[in-house]
């Protein structure tokens, strides 16, 4: 239990796949920060469930976000998970949603990071996980803001793991395809709409057309991940990114 006592902050972890993350880190014995949006009784059942912190700030307000870092302390392991996607082609694209997942999939991490890092060069020690995504590594059409936040978290990731390389500090991403949570089921009615096609059609020919495997990843299997990139044997593995998408950015 190499991780057991270590503290460690998820955003957006409510749901989805930042709440596996927080799950496996959870079974690793670490102490969990819970951050997200959502149904109160839902949250409370949450933390009781992985006796955790939770800070509701919402990420899309610098303000919120650099309050929650001075009011949760000194984290040991910071994954930027929180996400959003918008599906539109870009001449029809709303400004408003472009400005809102560029701040919540780039610049919130941009700022989680900044106020993490002193307490974690201090210690010698922190893992830094951001969530990308293959669309960090290849495009697809009618979602350019999202291909644009999560192609430029690669590059801040890259950055950061080479400011921090002698500190014992590692930064990585991890890049799933399609993974089955609200944020995919969320975008399939606007794919349906900006391709003119079925439900059924959206999921098999637009979704699985691009995971060689024909299957959705778990969320389990990206907290499994998660939890490797935080373990004594990755101290080595940093600035790299971590694809976990059935193939998709193998063709
Ligand atoms: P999700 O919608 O299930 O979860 C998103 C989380 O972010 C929730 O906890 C939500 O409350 C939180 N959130 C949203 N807006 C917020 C805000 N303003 N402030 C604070 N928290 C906020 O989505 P998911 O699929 O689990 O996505 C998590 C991450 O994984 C995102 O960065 C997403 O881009 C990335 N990702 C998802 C997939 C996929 O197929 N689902 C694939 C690749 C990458």
């Known amino acids: 239990m190499f991780l057991k006592g270590k503290r460690a902050l998820v955003t957006g972890s409510t749901s989805g796949i930042g709440l596996a993350i927080a799950r496996a880190l959870h079974e690793e014995g670490v102490e969990i920060v819970l951050n997200g949006l959502g149904n109160p009784a839902e949250i409370t059942k949450l933390v009781g469930e992985l006796e955790a912190q939770f800070h509701g700030a919402n990420l899309l307000d610098p303000q919120e976000i650099e309050a929650m870092m001075r009011e949760i302390g000194p984290v040991d392991i910071l994954v930027n998970n929180a996400g959003m996607q918008h599906v539109a082609p870009v001449e029809d694209f709303p400004p408003e949603k472009w400005d809102a997942i560029?701040?919540?999939?780039?610049?919130?991490?941009?700022?989680?990071?900044r106020f993490a890092i002193p307490a974690m060069k201090k210690a010698?020690?922190?893992r830094i996980i951001n969530?990308?995504?293959?669309?960090?590594?290849?495009a697809s059409p009618f979602k350019s803001a999202?291909?644009?936040?999560?192609h430029a978290i690669a590059g801040f990731t890259k950055t950061i793991a080479l400011e921090l390389a002698q500190t014992g500090v590692t930064a990585n991403c991890i890049s799933p395809g399609y993974v089955w949570t609200p944020l995919i089921?969320?975008?399939i009615p606007d794919t349906m709409a900006a391709r003119g096609l079925t439900r059924e059609q959206v999921i098999n020919d637009v979704l699985l057309a691009k995971q060689p495997t024909k299957k959705f990843v778990q969320p389990e299997e990206v907290g499994a991940l998660a939890v490797f990139l935080c373990r004594k044997?990755?101290?080595?593995?940093?600035?790299?990114?971590?694809?976990?998408?059935g193939g998709w950015t193998a063709e």
Do not use: C, P
């Open 146 to 150: 999202y291909n644009a936040s999560k």
């Open 102 to 113: 560029i701040a919540l999939n780039l610049t919130a991490a941009f700022h989680t990071t």
């Open 131 to 138: 969530t990308a995504s293959a669309h960090s590594l290849t």
């Open 185 to 187: 089921e969320g975008q």
């Open 233 to 245: 044997e990755a101290g080595n593995v940093t600035g790299a990114n971590w694809s976990i998408d």
């Open 124 to 126: 010698g020690w922190g």
